[in-house]
C-alpha cells in the first residue's frame, strides 16, 4: 500500500512564506513524476509545478514563476514546493501527486495526498 502525506500548510501574512512537503511510503518500486496541484474554493483543481525523477522542473504555473520552487530528495521519497512571496489568490488546498510504480507491480498509477490548507491573509 502506498500513501502521501503532506505537511506544512497554514495561515501566512501576503509577503511571506511556507515550505510544503510530501513524503511517499509504502511498498514503492519506484517514483517518476511529482507534483503540486490546488484548489481554491469554487474553482477547479489546478497543476501548479511538477519535477521529474532527475530533479528538473517539468512544468510551472504562470502565477507562480518566480515565487515557488519546487524541488524533490529521492533518498527520502519527497517533494517539497517552497512558496515566497505569497499572495491572497495563492489560498487554496494543495495536493501532492506521484507517479509510482508499486513494489511487485506492473503499471505506475498516479496518487495523491490528502491535502494542506494555505490561508494567505492579513
Known amino acids: 500500500q502506498v500513501q502521501l502525506v503532506e505537511s506544512g500548510g497554514g495561515l501566512v501574512q501576503p509577503g511571506g512564506s511556507l515550505r510544503l512537503s510530501c513524503a511517499a511510503s509504502g511498498s514503492i518500486f519506484s517514483i517518476n513524476d511529482m507534483g503540486w496541484y490546488r484548489q481554491a474554493p469554487g474553482k477547479q483543481r489546478e497543476l501548479v509545478a511538477a519535477i521529474t525523477r532527475g530533479g528538473r522542473t517539468k512544468y510551472a504555473a504562470d502565477s507562480v514563476k518566480g515565487r515557488f520552487t519546487i524541488s524533490r530528495d529521492n533518498a527520502k521519497n519527497t517533494v517539497y514546493l517552497q512558496m515566497n512571496s505569497l499572495k491572497p489568490e495563492d489560498t487554496a488546498v494543495y495536493y501532492c501527486?506521484?507517479?509510482?510504480?508499486?513494489?511487485?507491480?506492473?503499471?505506475?498509477?498516479?496518487?495523491w495526498g490528502q491535502g494542506t490548507q494555505v490561508t494567505v491573509s492579513s
Open positions: 501527486n506521484a507517479a509510482i510504480l508499486p513494489l511487485h507491480g506492473t503499471y505506475e498509477y498516479d496518487y
